[in-house]
């Protein structure tokens, strides 16, 4: 593969005119040609619990440019926030990230905890590891000094990084006023409680509750996938085909009776990456399947009405499928005009 050999170092030394081989001008033709096939990404799967991997072998490797993170705002461009090199790197073996083996991320394991799972690698290193920077949000801002939130925006927390171990990183903001806006960490605190605080500089960013944001860690890398640590520590089983994860079993967005439209976080039951949310609406005890969706809170954009089936399946009198958009600032409206018995599942989405 030509694309793991350039640029060639030699051409970044001395000064004036440079001696370009014939074999060098043959391996720019092939990396013009194999670049064409760089586009897809690669993808995660699930082995147990605490662990995912990128699979790869000999005949079938996993290779991959270290070009940076989607943006929030072009999703077909990537973020690298001047981190990473952009090169190419190759994998002939799998690759296995294990959240409770040291070093394979960045902080202390969190339950409900989403993770996003990056592809990194030195600057002369051939081949990629895996490692997982933790989805962050905000609690509230002090100058230029973010209080940390946890995922279900319920309670504060601190991630138990060492200290300043994020400096010369930098804050990808994925929602809210300042979405798109990248910072550069000047230095984090080491707390593991409820009191994680990361420092930035560079113009103040407008940043409330709530809001989303990502670290583009100080390495050479690549995001692969999201993945999410449950109530329990364990990771929720998915499959991954490039942009698209559908959980093994649903996520439960909302339950019961919603009295006009009301909003609801998508928090732990899709990432603020995903574009599209797929899922279904149910009811029980033969009640209408009754939904509305609405992406401003108070016209309807998707609508889901069914009569009750004859007989019960899986605990169901009745299922219908929606696919929706995700809005900028990850926040969903639903109504079931106050009806019992209905619950929301999410089975997966789009990035």
């Known amino acids: 593969m030509a694309l793991i050999d350039l640029p060639q170092t030699k051409w970044g030394g001395g000064t004036g005119r440079q001696v370009i081989l014939k ?17 897809a990404g690669l993808s995660l799967e699930y082995t147990d619990q605490s662990q995912v991997r990128v699979n790869a072998t000999a005949n079938c490797k996993a290779r991959v440019m270290l070009d940076g993170f989607p943006s929030p705002l072009h999703r077909e461009a990537r973020v690298d926030g001047g981190l990473s090199d952009g090169r190419y790197r190759e994998n002939a073996a799998p690759e296995t990230l294990d959240l409770e083996t040291p070093g394979h991320l960045w902080g202390a394991e969190k339950s409900n905890q989403w993770y996003a799972v990056y592809a990194v690698a030195g600057s002369t290193e051939a081949i990629f590891s895996l490692k997982a920077m933790p989805l962050m949000r905000v609690s509230s801002q002090d100058a ?4 940390l939130r946890n995922n279900a925006d319920d309670a504060d927390i601190g991630y138990g990084f060492a200290v300043d171990e994020l400096a010369n990183a930098k804050i990808l903001v994925l929602t809210g006023a300042s979405r798109g806006e990248v910072r550069r960490i000047v230095g984090n605190n080491s707390d593991n409680g409820a009191g994680g605080t990361i420092t930035y500089d560079g113009g103040t960013l407008s940043l409330t509750q709530g809001d989303w944001f990502v670290v583009l860690p100080k390495a050479n890398f690549r995001y692969i996938g999201m993945i999410l640590n449950d109530a329990a520590g364990n990771l929720v089983p998915f ?4 942009k698209n994860f559908v959980y093994l079993a649903p996520r439960t967005l909302s339950s019961g009776a919603l009295a006009g439209f009301v909003a609801v976080d998508p928090a732990l039951a899709a990432p603020p990456t995903a574009r599209v949310m797929e899922g ?3 009811a029980s005890n033969g009640a209408e399947i009754k939904l509305a969706i609405s992406y401003n809170g108070s016209t309807p954009a998707i609508i889901v009405h069914g009569a009750p089936a004859a007989g019960a399946f899986q605990g169901m009198h009745g299922a219908l499928p929606f696919r929706c958009q995700t809005p900028e600032d990850h926040q969903l409206f639903l109504d079931n005009g106050n009806s019992e018995d ?9 990035e």
């Open 239 to 242: 499959r991954q085909q490039g």
């Open 280 to 282: 279904f609406a149910a």
């Open 144 to 147: 230029q000094t973010i209080y």
């Open 23 to 39: 074999r060098d001008f043959a391996a720019i033709e092939e990396a013009l040609v194999e670049s064409f096939a760089m586009g």
């Open 342 to 350: 209905q619950v929301v599942k999410i089975t997966g989405w789009e």
